[in-house]
């Protein structure tokens, strides 16, 4: 892949989580914020020259090493927004685009919801990741039953 196949979805996106890693490693001291830095310049590297799920990892160990104590939640939360967006970046140029940022945009909601209820109701984390693990599950599962029945692999039971 080449630097002109990035196309400029790819290069907002990958700006936006540049930017955010450098948000979270602002927050901390000089050696986060180097960390920050760095991996910043290395996610431009891998975005220009590989595909964007090795981005995502480069944006994820940047994340980490850029965090300080005590870890705040707010950059954290945009990091990892603005990284999850970069691995949907190739569905911008999709034909369904629409479709995905609908089914996105709907289990993100869902997912956001339960959880939310989940800590307010037993303000445990532990609590919350099981029923946010059980809730992805669910839906995946049935989104998967759905394909199915859709390429008529099985009849609708």
């Known amino acids: 892949m080449s630097v002109r196949d990035v196309g400029l979805a790819g290069w907002l996106l990958t700006g936006l989580a540049c930017l955010a890693l450098g948000v979270v490693g602002i927050g901390g001291g000089t050696v986060e914020l180097l960390a920050a830095l760095t991996g910043s310049v290395a996610l431009l590297v891998v975005r220009t020259r590989l595909a964007v799920p090795y981005a995502f990892a480069v944006g994820q160990v940047t994340l980490v090493a850029a965090l300080a104590e005590p870890i705040p939640v707010g950059p954290v939360v945009l990091a990892e927004s603005a990284l999850v967006a970069l691995l949907f970046e190739p569905s911008v140029r999709s034909p369904y685009r629409r479709s995905t940022a609908l ?3 709907l289990f993100g909601s869902i997912i956001g919801l339960v ?21 992805g599950g669910l839906i995946a599962y049935l989104l998967h039953r759905y394909e199915y029945v859709q390429l008529e692999v099985v009849h609708g039971e």
Request: proline fraction near 0%; charge should be neutral; charged fraction near 10%.
């Open 115 to 135: 959880g939310w209820g989940a800590l307010a109701a037993w303000d445990r984390l532990w609590a919350v990741a099981l029923v946010l693990l059980g809730t």
């Open 103 to 105: 089914a996105v945009g």
